[in-house]
Each structure stands twice: as structure tokens, then as C-alpha cells.
């Protein structure tokens, strides 16, 4: 069920808060300004609605329908990640929570549900979060790639998820995650490959899903937001000082084609939230920056749900989950001197 217009809370907007990281001394409804009406003055282009806030800078749509594939991908991450919200060894002392691009807020609800001792902080352009949250939950209107104004080393995890094709400087953010987390925090980020492909052929080179693939590869090279974060994020966080790094590789059948019961279940989720998030993803994409017209990219997207929706055609995408975390000063305790960085945990089809 969408959660996209009952948007009605009091979401704000962070003004500075130069106060103590101390969860006592620090209080985070106090020092803020309210919501500019701009965040509520959607640009409203080929029938679909886009955020106010920061015109122009997420690509996809925050309508009802997008809002609902974003609670469909939900459920395709957590099946990806084994019926997990995250995979890093956060322990329950786990304090404060950040959630950035937390979209409808699924994640940050959910996690503040299984977690109700921590204080969990979900930020986007768009008031498309519900009314009813848990009470250690809150959303604010931000743009994660302005000046964070946060305390330096407030957060005990940073949760990241699908900014593909938003950020024009990775590094930056990665390392404002970094100046903010505690020393032992841990950061995650979770992506998913545009590359779609197969390994038996089926998915031909020139097909309509393969020119999807490579429509947003140089997507991203004209607007300077990279689409294939999923490829060099990995490499990024561990530039940025991150140590005890894991990176795992999740095989995602697009449908129900995989022999394997989990993989099955995990691809029928994936074609779900593709087949209603398909013109969400495409179509700005294409008419405001690559010269298409409205008609010319349904053409293309009814070729695609054709193939996509094809038992014969055995296309997959990836997900990748990369966590680390912050070391802790040379002199405590649980400080270690390896940064060496682990392979890549792959699973593979069955």
C-alpha cells in the first residue's frame, strides 16, 4: 500500500545545532525552521508529480504510484538480504540512526520498530512520509548533499539505500557520513546494478532491456549523477578512511523464472516494483535530459515490460551491500591497524 500523500506531519528542516551530541542535551524538535512552501509546490510534467524542494535534483517521480514502488523495493531488499533491514554488526546499544533518501520512510520505521531504543532520523526532499510513525522516529526535509548540520560524531549507523543517479559528488558525502558517525559506527550502503543482463544469451545485445541498461549509463555522464554508483561505492568508502569493509553481491532474477524457490520469490518482488516503477524511472530521465518525447519513451517501455515479463528471457540484475565502519583513535581499546579489504561476498544462482 502507497504511502505517498499522507504527508501531513510536521516535517522540518534542520537549522544549526551547535550542541552537545549528547542525546540529553541535544534536542532535535528545538532548533529547526519550518518548511518552506516550495517543498510543497510539486512540478507537476507528463502527468506525473516531482518534489518541490530542490527542483530537479531526484529524477524520479514522488507520486502515489512511485511511492508504491518504493514499499515494493522494500520488500525486495529485505528478501535480498535474507529477511534483514541491514547486514552490518550493529550491536543494541546502537544509539542514534540516520536514514538518508528515506523516501516513504519504510526502512526507518521498520528499523525503528525492531530497534525502539534507538533514535532514528530519516531525511529526503519530499514530505511523502505517513502521519503515524513510532515514537523514535522522525523525518525531516534535507538535502544530504548540502552542509550537514549535525553534531560531528553523533551517529551510531548511517543507512543508505537506491541514490543512484542523485549525487553529484559521492566522495563528499561519504565523507560527511564519516565526520558525523562515531569512531566504531558503521556506515551501509545499498545499490542496485542498471546492468541487466543474462548468462544464457536471452537477453540479446540491442534488445530493448540492454538499451534500457545503456540509456542510463550515459544518462548519468550527462548529468554529472552517475547511475553505476553500484560499481566504484566500494572503493569509495574505503578511500574515505572506512576500515573492516564487507561488500556483498546479491543475484536478482527480474520474475519468477529461477528454479530456486528463494531466488523466485526474491525475482517476483523485483518485477513487481520494475513493472510499476518503469515510467517513474524513465521518463524524466529521458525527455529533460536525453532529447526523447513523451510518446517516443512509452514506445520503448512497452518493449521492455514485453521482454521483462518474458519466461523465456532470463534477465537479472545485481544488489550490492557494502558496509564498514569508522575506526576507533589508536589508543582505545577496539582500535585494530587492518584495513585490508575483504573480496567480494558473491551469491550465486543456484
Not at 565523507?175 to 562515531?182: D, E, G, I, V
Not at 548468462?199 to 548529468?223: I, Q, W
Request: with cysteine.
Amino acid at each position: 500500500m502507497s504511502q505517498g500523500d499522507n504527508a501531513n506531519s510536521p516535517i522540518e528542516k534542520r537549522a544549526g545545532d551547535s550542541s552537545s551530541a549528547h542525546s540529553s542535551d541535544y534536542n532535535l524538535s528545538g532548533d529547526t525552521k519550518s518548511i518552506e512552501s516550495s517543498v510543497t509546490q510539486y512540478r507537476i510534467e507528463h502527468g506525473r508529480r516531482y518534489h518541490g524542494y530542490k527542483d530537479g535534483t531526484y529524477w524520479q517521480p514522488n507520486d502515489d504510484r512511485q511511492n508504491e514502488n518504493l514499499d515494493i523495493a522494500h520488500m525486495k531488499f529485505f528478501h535480498a538480504l535474507g529477511g534483514k533491514l541491514f547486514l552490518a554488526p550493529i550491536t543494541p546499544t546502537t544509539g542514534r540512526v540516520l536514514d538518508i533518501g528515506t523516501g516513504t520512510g519504510i526502512w526507518a520505521m521498520d528499523f525503528a520498530d525492531e530497534f525502539p531504543n534507538t533514535h532514528v532520523i530519516g531525511t529526503d526532499l519530499s514530505p511523502i512520509q505517513p502521519e503515524l510513525v513510532p515514537p523514535n522516529c522522525v523525518f525531516e526535509i534535507d538535502d544530504c548533499q548540502d552542509e550537514w548540520t549535525y553534531p560531528v560524531e553523533h551517529f551510531d549507523f548511517i543507512h543508505i539505500r537506491s541514490l543512484f543517479g542523485s549525487i553529484e559528488d559521492w566522495p563528499a558525502l561519504y565523507r560527511q557520513a564519516y565526520k558525523h558517525l562515531k569512531p566504531g559506527g558503521y556506515i551501509e550502503h545499498v545499490e542496485i546494478s542498471i546492468d541487466i543482463r543474462s548468462d544464457d544469451g536471452t537477453v540479446t545485445p540491442g534488445s530493448p532491456l540492454r538499451k534500457f541498461t545503456e540509456l542510463f549509463v550515459e544518462a548519468g555522464n550527462v548529468t554529472g549523477c552517475t547511475f553505476c554508483i553500484f560499481d566504484t561505492m566500494g572503493d569509495m568508502i574505503a578511500a574515505t578512511g572506512f576500515e573492516k569493509m564487507e561488500q556483498k553481491i546479491i543475484y536478482t532474477p527480474l520474475g519468477r523464472w529461477h528454479p530456486d524457490r528463494k531466488l523466485r520469490e526474491l525475482g517476483k518482488w523485483a518485477l513487481l516494483g520494475f513493472d510499476i516503477g518503469l515510467e517513474g524511472y524513465a521518463m524524466a530521465t529521458l525527455t529533460r535530459h536525453m532529447g526523447w518525447t513523451q510518446p517516443e519513451v512509452h514506445v520503448l517501455l512497452a518493449q521492455i515490460r514485453a521482454d521483462v515479463k518474458n519466461p523465456k528471457i532470463h534477465s537479472y540484475h545485481e544488489i550490492k551491500v557494502v558496509y564498514a565502519q569508522k575506526p576507533f583513535p589508536p589508543d582505545h581499546p577496539s582500535a585494530t591497524t587492518s584495513t585490508k579489504t575483504p573480496p567480494i561476498d558473491s551469491t550465486p544462482p543456484v
